[in-house]
């Protein structure tokens, strides 16, 4: 759906002003999740499984219940009963399994039982006197070997509709889509290639452990204050695993040290109004580094086979995928997504995919920037530009002749309407960095990446002041700059300057319903409900101008600040500045607020291509990267810094998961790096400069032509790198990370 | 938990031969306090020698050789002027160690006897001939470096025993050393091999050479074959590739999270070469 009232001049939108919460966070001001107290609050700690896969058989908490410092003990009978549904659809069920293990410990780290005591060490002390006995079962944690027909099974019945007889019950959902006819497609290619790759699971490496303090009585009353990307859901799915009503629970965001997805479910919040409701105080919970790792959502891992057909002049004839993926012991890996993204940036005649959604006795997955697309991508984009060497065709020329358009009908179905690929793909090609010359040991990798964008339910409400300032309520935690690109689109439409708006993440029992700050949705929808709620409020500015005027609203415009006579007939009044309006609003007709609350559904899809050159020390194998250049379709940048940070950090990420990243288990089936020693993310010092080239090719499904930028940065990276690496280590690498023991194993392989 | 702050060794030390159950002295703390809070170690007495007179001193004595007192930080060896021109290998080894912070607090006799094999510090150390003062219920000897760490973990110290000085020998004439460790990042990591090289030439021949390597094995080793390999010789390709294949000969190493057998084993050749190449230029005088 285009939108009529589209704008492409701005005053504000476009500027770089610093971030109202920038002086806050660099002085310590502001509050993150650990950083609520309440009185007579006590400490919770939670008892965690040492064992991948076991029957719980008994647990005895009376020694720790016994200790004066403990005040409640919980375990899983302390949580209401919610109904087992198959698949996705008992997701609830999913998460409270998750958040509290019931008749088995189904991974390394996950909760059996916890305490809240009057401090954290003692907190702390009291787990080592809860008993458990545990049954010890065969575990499995690798994705192909949990498909196999002899692999332990994790649950029965978690299976949904979707699977197809004869899988193993560790298979729960199947995802097919596609066109054409691929094998008459195969027949018609000059050259048909086919590889098989595997990543590791990474984790979001978020700054900030999970933090929450929370209070509930046994009136069913509570309140909660936590770090989360959406209070909303925290708020439903706490109430649905306490028994409580929604509403009932009030739920406060704190700011926030990161998410990228994986602060979009609850994982200790439950337990500590569950440990509240007992000991009738407060409660806090604050995770090590070591349960993140163990225990909150690392995205999933992957193992994945393609096939691409192409004509000797790059044209690709067929393409399919089989992308398994394993999301740990709960069903939602994202195996439909992964083989939905991983053709969707090229117009194929004949492409078909497959994705597999697999159970394994690893932590349950969770979201993390554009969630199974970077995997597809490492793999196919691999094989095109296998594809490109071998034929001696360059990379982008390849992908442009491929490049999906508006019109194109994509891999997973719809047809594209207005897209920015092929402008990304021609701004690479005239990038400096494209024909930059390369040093001997260094290699060249190109890649382009696909993510969805999503709407999803939002609420905004702006409410003016007497003074003429504005106060403006989100309801999606600011993960990425969001309150300064909202005060620039309020700022815009109103008129006023963007230091005369104070943005606040309102909490859920001060704004109607909002989803999750996911789905690189915020500045496209938080942003579109701010502008139509600056739009209802600037259609009461005007007609107290109206009034003031006597000539009908219709009469009266908005124009720089101020409501102004329409044209010449309409009268001849000096512009009325909004602060004149509004200082006399008591007066006439009372406060003056603007609404939104709906689902906007014109993301618009976005696109990206990333050029990498990387250095590989042929004597360790270890890889530097040495120049970065990101490359991605914005719609329009609101505020061209985040953007570009959005970019960069995505660059960053993709780095630390091609390079070192990755979830290491034994031979028992226990996490063995759960620090941030073992768990390699990069260091400043790895990085390179990341240059960034912001595209806009407007989005016609939001007013100001909005494209959410916050996930497809993470889709190219992987593949980019990998192509820079194996071009530079003239070995092609299909395993990530590629870590220097695995680079200089392959080239020893090579000779 | 006991903690104490003696005014000397000797009274460390007596408070250490008393002490029952976990014991640890607290020089920087820097493993100390993490292994802590991380529950790894929860010492029931901890001793703070940082009370001790002259323990932060860095002194260089009339025959040229160095003595540092055990509480002498990463930063201080950095930031002196002339300790760094003499042991540029030491020094570098060390301030390899964690960040500015870590950097603050690390001292030479925590990374040692702290008693992992990947410490940064220790290969140089031997590579330096570097001895220690270890005073005890019986006195005070001296022990070299090598002799210090028995496995992953545990050091020959018996009960009682406290280390009180660092002492590096003169470096003398046409000499130099290096220090190089693999990591999978730039920073802020932990070696999956070290190697440390300290050399002595007449003319362009090395005369005299110690090779010491960290993380290929349960201790740190001071590998004789690699300073035969290279002792005689110009340090020609012949020579360096000797000294690689003794490396690698000599390593011990286990398949971990941070490293294969294989890797570790390839790559301490490459890096005794690289270390070898450093320390030679430096003993003729080059920057490297
Ligand atoms: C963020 C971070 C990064 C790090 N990076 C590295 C690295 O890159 N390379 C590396 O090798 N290490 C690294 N470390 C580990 C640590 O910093 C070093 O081992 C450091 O040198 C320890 O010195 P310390 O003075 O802090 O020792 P402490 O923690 O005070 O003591 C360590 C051990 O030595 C014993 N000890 C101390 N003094 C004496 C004495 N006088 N006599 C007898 N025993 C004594 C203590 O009982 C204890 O067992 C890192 C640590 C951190 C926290």
Redesign the pocket.
Known sequence: MALDDRKTDFTFVGTRPNRPDGLDKVTGRAKFGADMSAPGMLHGAILRSPHAHARIVKIDTSKAEALKDVKAVVTRADFADVPFKPGLAGEFWNVLENVMAGEKALYDGHAVAAVAATSALAARDALKLIEVEYEVLPHVTDVDKAMAPDAPVIREGAADYSVPEGMHPNVVRYHESGHGDVDAGFAEADLVLEDSFVTEATHQGYIEPHACLGLLGNDGKGELWCTTQGHWIAQKTCAALLGIETSQLRVTASEIGGGFGGKTTVFIEPVALALSRKANRPVKLVMTRSEVFRATGPTASASMDIKIGMKNDGTITAACGEFRLQGGAFPGAPGDMTAMCAFAAYNLTNVKQIGYDVMANRPKQAAYRAPGAPMGAFAVESVIDEMCNKLGLDPIEVRLKNAAHEGTKASYGPRYERIGLVETLEAAKAHPHYSAPLKPGQGRGVSCGFWFNHGGETSVTLALSEDGSAQLMVGTPDIGGSRASMALMAAEVLGIPYENIRVTVADTATLGYNDVSHGSRVTYASGLATIKAARHAVEKLCERAAAKWDIPVEAVKWENGCAVPSGPNAGDFDPMPLADITAKMGRTGGPISGHFEATPEGAGVSFGTHIVDAEVDPETGKTTITRYTVIQDAGKAIHPTYVEGQFQGGAAQGIGWALNEEYIYGEDGRLQNSIF?DYRIPVASDLPMIDTVIVEVPNPGHPFGVRGVGETGIVPPLAAIANAVSNAAGVRMKQLPMSPPRILAALKDNG | MDYHSPASFAE?SALAANATGV?????????????LRSELVTPDTLID?KKIDGVSDITRNADGSWTLG??A??AEMSEHPELGSDWPGVVEA?D????T??QG????????????P?????PAMVAAGVTVSVTGPDGTRDVAVEEIPTGPGK?S?SKG????AVKIPARGDNAGDAYL?F?PRTE????VVGVGVSLRLDGDTVTEARVSLGAVAPTVLLVEDCAKAIIGSTLDDAALDALAAAASAACNPIDDKRGTIAFRTEVAGVLAKRAAKIAYARAKGEKA
């Open positions: 020693l | 460390a014991t640890r002295f607290l020089a920087g703390g820097t493993d100390v306090l993490v292994q020698i055990v509480a930080t990463g060390m390899l160690i964690g960040s912070q870590v607090r690390a001292t030479l006799t925590g990374n040692l006897c702290n008693g992992s990947a410490a940064d510090s220790v050091t110290l025993e406290v280390i009180s460790r990591i802020m990591d932990i070696a």
